[in-house]
């Protein structure tokens, strides 16, 4: 069973503009979330994460929100850089499972010049 | 300093042989993860490791194993291939074994399974 989807496998935006990437959970007892980013032929590259216990965090043009009654989160990317483009995967878990992550399928952003 | 490191970076086997993956940590990474990505998929948590002792295990069969060296390297086995296992296999290391630490991920070995 799927506990983390990201039901938009592609999503293409202008340089510039605003990149929003979704995630939904169906896990009530996650409570660590996390963005990677996936290059071909590399292995994915943590972007930044967030605890259950907080609904944004910052880091430079990325930006996290987390929404737990919706159990959603999303990736704000503002600007969108044509280097952005890439595979982005939002992963989740429990703070009992040790690195135990439940990895989306993934969305595939592709920033046009 | 180098990342995490894995080989063979491509191999390509038949259903029913055996295959052993190797990966070695970051520097000062006493904790080695694996996941399987099947084309098209996120990837999929197999083992977790730590101070040479198993600490997680995903719903994989028997077939699947892994262990993880006094120098914390590490080798995941999986024995009787099936066209099913085709896969990148990832290895991630992270410094401690709390869920506070971030996964570093190597590129992967692409199995390809005939």
């Known amino acids: 069973d799927q506990q983390v989807k990201q039901n938009s496998p592609s999503l293409s935006v202008q340089e510039g503009r605003i990149s929003i990437l979704n995630c939904d959970y169906t896990?009530?007892?996650?409570?660590?979330f996390l963005w990677y980013k996936k290059y071909p032929a590399e292995g994915p590259t943590f972007l930044i994460s967030?605890?259950?216990?907080?609904d944004k965090n910052e880091d430079g043009r990325f930006t996290v929100f987390l929404n737990k009654s919706a159990k959603h989160l999303s990736l704000h990317i503002v600007p969108s850089q044509p280097g952005d483009s890439a595979v982005y995967f939002c992963?989740?878990?429990?703070?009992?499972?040790?690195?135990?992550?439940?990895f989306g399928k993934g969305t595939s952003l592709l920033v046009t010049p | 300093d180098a990342g995490v490191t894995q080989s063979p970076t491509h191999l390509i086997k038949t259903r029913g042989q055996h295959v052993t993956l190797r990966c070695s940590p970051i520097s000062g990474h006493k904790s080695v993860s694996w996941y399987q990505q099947v084309l098209g998929q996120g990837p999929q948590f197999i083992f977790q490791?730590?101070?040479?002792?198993?600490?997680g295990r995903g719903n994989f069969p028997d077939r699947f194993s892994a262990r993880q060296f006094p120098n914390y390297s590490s080798e995941l086995n999986v024995n009787a291939l099936l066209l099913g296992d085709s896969a990148l296999y990832l290895c991630?290391?992270?410094?401690?074994?709390?869920?506070?630490?971030?996964?570093?991920f190597g590129a992967g070995s692409r199995l390809t399974v005939l």
């Open positions: 896990n009530s007892m996650f409570d660590y």
């Open positions: 992963a989740a878990r429990r703070s009992n499972s040790g690195y135990a992550l439940n």
């Open positions: 490791y730590y101070e040479k002792e198993e600490r």
């Open positions: 967030i605890s259950s216990i907080k």
């Open positions: 991630a290391s992270s410094f401690g074994d709390s869920g506070a630490n971030v996964l570093t």
